[in-house]
């Protein structure tokens, strides 16, 4: 239900981290200043009546931005931005094993990686990876999928269950049609 780990959990997160600072409970970040220039505000209280206004909060897509804010504070050494995203490497790799022990499979050798743009951000996947090597040892970690290629498998299973041959040629052709619409 929390989506833990995703872009707009670390931009929840960082939000709360801002609003933390900003009124002395939590410590200094650069989110603070970051974060009200997001919202084109001065100080960072007005964005209370732009997220509620504009209700923000029903879409989610809107404040998930945020996490790419988050990722470049913690690339300039913001500790607070860096827990941030080690964080959500940690609940991603708790999310993998929480499906590999579901299925009796967190002593197999199964293959895991991420998907999404989450993992653009380097702090997330060595975060990632090193909590999933403690988690699921025998686990053989591959590359995530970013962009287009994260609905790609979708696409090719939904068209198997249509009862369609899917080659090669046709795996090209839709990774060509996917980049024109991107």
Known sequence: IGDEGSGSWISLQALNAASRAYDGRGEYTSLVER?????GVEDLLDIISIIY??????DISAIAKIATIVDEEAAKGDRVSR?????????????AYSVAKRLGMENEEIIVGGVGSVFKSRFVR???EKHLRQLLPSAVIKEP???YQAILGSIIYALRRLGYRVEEEIVNKIVGSIREAT
């Open 53 to 58: 206004h504009r209700r923000l909060f029903n």
């Open 145 to 147: 999928i970013i962009g």
């Open 126 to 128: 060595e975060s990632f």
């Open 83 to 95: 827990e941030i995203m080690e964080v959500a490497g940690k609940e991603l790799a708790l999310s």
């Open 35 to 39: 974060i009200a220039d997001f919202f």
